[in-house]
């Protein structure tokens, strides 16, 4: 499966924005999808995870209350809903496609390239 990542963009702090992970290849019904992220000169950190069928999601705790997941399998696109933007949520974002529900970049096998995010002061 191909993944893109989009949405990013330069957005105010207290802005939103919603990024999308569009699915080709294969349907992306069939994979957990996760969002990471990853700052300059910091590791790759997880920051929301969905199961197959949405019964189930996982959001870190940095973005909790503020940040969603959702998909629409119909679709094949996986979406992020970030509200409340604060300037260290600017990173490069990636969707990601694996079996496991999980919050560690090796529970998944398909990576997208990312999409810059960046949050002004």
């Known amino acids: 499966v191909q993944l893109q990542a989009s949405g990013g963009g330069l957005v105010q702090a207290g802005g939103s924005l919603r990024l999308s992970c569009a699915a080709s290849g294969r349907t992306l019904s069939s994979y957990v999808v996760g969002w990471f992220r990853q700052a300059p000169g910091k590791e790759r950190e997880f920051v929301a995870a969905?199961?197959?069928?949405?019964?189930?999601?996982y959001h870190a705790e940095a973005v909790r209350g503020r940040f969603t997941i959702s998909r629409d399998n119909a679709k094949s696109t996986v979406y992020l809903q970030m509200n409340s933007l604060k300037p260290e949520d600017s990173a490069v974002y990636y969707c990601a496609a694996g079996g496991r529900f999980g919050d560690r970049p090796r529970d998944y096998n398909y990576w997208g390239k990312g999409t810059l995010v960046t949050v002004s002061s």
């Open positions: 969905i199961t197959r069928n949405s019964d189930g999601t």
